[in-house]
């Protein structure tokens, strides 16, 4: 009996039905994304492991899929880091390649080897899926798309402000409820120095960037494991329950983090943003949160994440700046800022609330039953000329009976079924049936196109 076949766990197949609900996700990104002026690109699949290894900290680094190399790929390997399990030193003698972990890195590697083509600023847009060799569970998959859109080549804060109102556009035409959350990653360098740990800053953003997993108590305990004292944990526990308006805790983080330069920088910043984007009058919810981190290493400046307030779910998009990216691979002083939204993710949210519109799911208009010979002739023609007014039209292909081709119309949401019989063929008008309400007329071919554009 040969064996039930099967997908790797963290993957999923998607029906018609589920790619038309995915397509009507990327489309409605993809028309924000044009509408604040990005343009699209695409990278390759897999990258060099030289180019993605050491970007994402020591966890995502663990996360990336690598690639074995082609043909033998133990020739170059020692027997020695085999019979050792010396994973760490063995995969770079038999894994040149990785399949890409994010868009960003791959993004900044295109900027540095496409710089002489570019006009700075740039701002491009990438819709592609990502791997991620995670656990899978509800909303994390090892294989995702993601939708980015980044600006390189300016320092400028407005940025921030801009990608916040498109978050907020992206999200008012799903109709879902969201709040954005804001912090800066300089507020958080500053914090480390105040608490008088400031060599563990990476160790703190890993640790409380999961705070909304595994709550502040174990988070205060992971750090003491990372090393730092007791002292500097209970020192930063308040610092992470800041409560009050954003004013008041921007209020509040200036006095904390008074003795620290970089601290008051990212204070400064941080107020910018969140004045300008309260005077455009946006429809979420914005807030600062100073626990927010984004494990990330490479974002530097403002960072950002969204989450649904109608549905248990993780971060349905995120981003942030990010000045040094580009340094790592030859070119210096190029500071970009960016944010992804989780296609997945926002999949799920929109199929739990069922948000999506009702024609979301049609994608023929109008289908014409097959009764043969001239009538399937003239309803071929007429099927034609229908497309030939951009108007979605099929015929059923075989002359089966009544009952199953009008099943097929109903199993794919096609909102109007057409008829060219005998009695139609003579009079040289066709019945059309609004498989809504039921109500079946005969029209014209002039009449039934202005029916099938309203």
């Not at 989780?342 to 289908?367: F, H, Q, W």
């Amino acid at each position: 009996m040969a064996q039930k076949p099967s997908i790797p766990k963290g993957t999923r197949d998607f029906s018609p039905v589920e790619m038309a609900k995915r397509n009507y996700i990327f489309n409605t990104i993809k028309e924000v994304f044009l509408l604040y002026g990005y343009q699209q690109i695409e990278t390759p699949s897999m990258e060099n492991l030289s180019t993605l290894m050491g970007k994402y900290g020591d966890e995502g680094d663990k996360l990336l899929f690598k690639v074995l190399n082609s043909g033998d790929y133990l020739k170059d390997a020692p027997n020695d880091l085999i019979e050792q399990r010396d994973y760490k030193h063995l995969i770079p003698k038999i894994s040149e390649k990785g399949l890409r972990y994010d868009l960003t890195v791959p993004f900044a590697r295109y900027v540095v080897m496409h710089r002489n083509d570019i006009q700075f600023p740039f701002k491009r847009y990438q819709i592609q899926p990502v791997w991620r060799a995670d656990r899978p569970q509800k909303g994390r998959y090892r294989e995702f798309y993601q939708c980015d859109a980044d600006v390189v080549g300016s320092d400028s804060l407005l940025n921030e402000v801009e990608l916040v109102a498109m978050v907020d556009e992206v999200f008012k035409r799903f109709g879902i409820n969201v709040v954005i959350k804001l912090n800066n990653r300089k507020i958080l360098t500053g914090i480390a120095q105040v608490i008088g740990e400031p060599d563990k800053i990476v160790d703190i953003t890993v640790s409380i960037d999961k705070i909304d997993k595994i709550g502040l108590e174990q988070v205060k305990a992971e750090l003491v494991e990372r090393g730092l004292s007791n002292e500097a944990v209970n020192a930063l526990e308040p610092l992470l329950t800041l409560s009050g308006t954003n004013d008041e805790k921007l209020n509040t983080l200036a006095q904390l983090l008074a003795s620290s330069e970089v601290g008051l920088k990212g204070v400064e910043e941080m107020r910018f943003v969140l004045n300008s984007v309260e005077m455009l009058g946006l429809k979420s919810q914005v807030e600062l949160d100073v626990s927010l981190a984004r494990g990330l290493n490479y974002y530097t400046g403002t960072i950002l994440e969204v989450k649904a307030l109608d549905v248990e779910m993780g971060s349905i998009s995120g981003g942030g700046r990010y000045d040094n990216l580009t340094g790592v691979f030859g070119l210096e002083g190029v500071s970009g800022v960016g944010l992804s939204f989780g296609a997945d993710r926002i999949y799920d949210v929109l199929n739990t609330l069922e948000l999506y519109p009702e024609d979301t799911l049609s994608s023929t208009k109008v289908l014409f039953i097959n009764f043969g010979g001239k009538e399937a002739e003239q309803s071929l023609k007429t099927v034609m000329q229908l497309r030939a007014k951009g108007i979605s039209a099929e015929i059923f292909a075989d002359d089966s009976k009544m009952k199953k081709q009008m099943a097929y119309a109903n199993a794919k949401s096609i909102p109007f079924v057409a008829m060219i019989g005998e009695n139609e063929l003579n009079s040289s008008t066709i019945s059309l049936k609004n498989m809504t309400t039921g109500e079946q007329q005969n029209v014209t071919i002039e009449e039934m196109i202005k029916t099938l554009t309203l």
